[in-house]
């Protein structure tokens, strides 16, 4: 057992955490930051993601809700922004104004510490430019997906979930590193399971870690382990909320493929173009996508997508804004139907989607549309409901940055907003 004093103690090393890690060190604070993965240093290829997905421990393949939706999250440094697709967009800054918090100076500063930039040519397959041009004539507003990605140092291998092993990508991982060269204490593989409390006091966390059973006590406390695994420490540590771990949202997605002949979208990360026109709407985003490795598509749609040939292979995404109907059980077990109006909006963007593959050269008999997954958990320790508008919970001196605060699914890429909402805690202190 180890007992040693900080001003803060950072559960988790993703966006929020680093973030956070980085911005206090500036400013002269004691951090500790503890992150539940190992210090993985290989990244890039399908073997490396069995060392930091979260996986069955038999199967070796992505967990899943209780429905069978199927949920990506990783434990590591940097945490699942490692396996983005680089996607640099706001979102959620409407709401997050209504309830009194604005992140736009914030966001800016972000954006421009990410060097955010539409996706260009440099890094375009044909096949995403034949479905950008397809979406176009049939009247979509298809656009250049925003990436914080160096297309000048980008190989094009498509292997972004992954892990990039060219750092042509930002990932919290970045923050991390400068915060460890200014001094934050940075503690790998150990798990966090509750928070220490002492007359309604935050003061310290305890969990397991390769030695045994550590305690280590701080002035301020920050949850950053994610919308999966922040609502599981809080109701580990006898913290009585009916509120906690319920609401769950995962931005659903499905994958939609089609075979075509002369054009793939093999050589290019995932999500280059985007049509952003329903979101608001109908509630719903569509973007040019394929799993490149049939291994992932065997996971996300079975023997077909295994089959799928990569040099005749192209693909869009639906992702929405799904129905806060999840719940996280304190011993990690996940429950995520797919509403009935999720599926609505689903087969909206199916449909449009198969429009546009067909249009940009799929035959219309290949087409296949993958299980549904989710990769943005959300909304477990709601601002409004478990925090305040300063990110503080009901539990003095204990703070939590990450999705799980969201009030609704975005339905959009998250890391910005979480970045954002980061530097803006930091600042209150």
């Not at 800016?108 to 034949?130: D, F, M, Q, Y």
């Not at 198969?354 to 940009?360: G, S, V």
Request: glycine content about 10%.
């Amino acid at each position: 057992m180890r007992s040693l004093d900080y001003d803060f103690i950072i559960v988790g090393s993703g966006a929020g955490g680093s973030t956070l890690g980085w911005e206090l060190a500036k400013k002269g604070m004691s951090v500790l930051l503890i992150e539940r993965g190992h210090d993985i240093k290989k990244v890039g290829q399908f073997r490396d993601i069995l060392k930091f997905y979260d996986l069955y421990k038999y199967t070796k393949t992505p967990k899943k809700s209780q429905e069978g939706v199927i949920l990506y999250r990783t434990f590591m440094p940097g945490g699942t922004t490692v396996v983005s697709t680089g996607n640099g967009v706001t979102g959620l800054e409407n709401k997050m104004s209504e309830i009194g918090i604005n992140i736009e100076e914030e966001m800016e500063e972000t954006i421009r510490e990410l060097k955010v930039l539409p996706s260009s040519e440099k890094i375009h397959s044909n096949g995403s430019e034949a479905i950008y041009n397809a979406a176009r004539d049939l009247g979509y507003m298809m656009e250049p997906m925003p990436k914080f990605i160096d297309q000048n140092k980008c190989v094009k291998c498509g292997m972004c979930v992954f892990g990039c092993k060219n750092n042509a990508k930002w990932t919290a991982k970045n923050y991390l590193d400068k915060a460890d060269k200014l001094g934050v204490q940075i503690e790998y593989n150990s798990k966090v399971e509750r928070v220490i409390i002492k007359d309604n006091i935050a003061i310290g966390v305890e969990g397991i870690d390769n030695d045994g059973v550590f305690k280590y006590f701080a002035s301020n406390i920050i949850l950053a382990a994610g919308g999966l695994g922040t609502p599981v420490i809080i109701k580990n540590s006898n913290i009585y909320d009916n509120e906690v771990g319920e609401n769950l949202f995962v931005d659903i997605f499905v994958n939609v493929y089609g075979i075509a002949n002369g054009i793939n979208q093999t050589n290019e990360p995932p999500m280059e173009f985007v049509d952003s026109e329903f979101h608001d709407s109908d509630g719903f985003i569509i973007s040019s996508f394929i799993n490149r490795d049939n291994k992932i598509r065997f996971i996300e749609a079975g023997l077909k997508g295994y089959r799928f040939p990569n040099k005749k292979l192209i693909g869009m995404m639906i992702k929405i804004v799904d129905e806060s109907s999840g719940k996280v059980f304190s011993n990690g077990i996940v429950s995520k139907p797919v509403k009935a109006s999720d599926w609505e909006k689903l087969n909206k963007g199916i449909e449009i989607s198969k429009e546009i593959l067909i249009k940009a050269g799929a035959d219309e008999n290949s087409i296949l549309v993958s299980n549904p997954q989710g990769a943005h958990p959300g909304g477990t320790a709601a601002i409004g409901k478990f925090v305040d508008n300063k990110l503080h919970s009901k539990i003095n001196n204990l703070y939590v940055c990450d999705g799980s605060v969201f009030p609704e699914s975005p339905g959009l890429p998250p890391i910005i907003t979480i970045v954002a909402l980061a530097k803006r805690l930091a600042k209150s202190f």
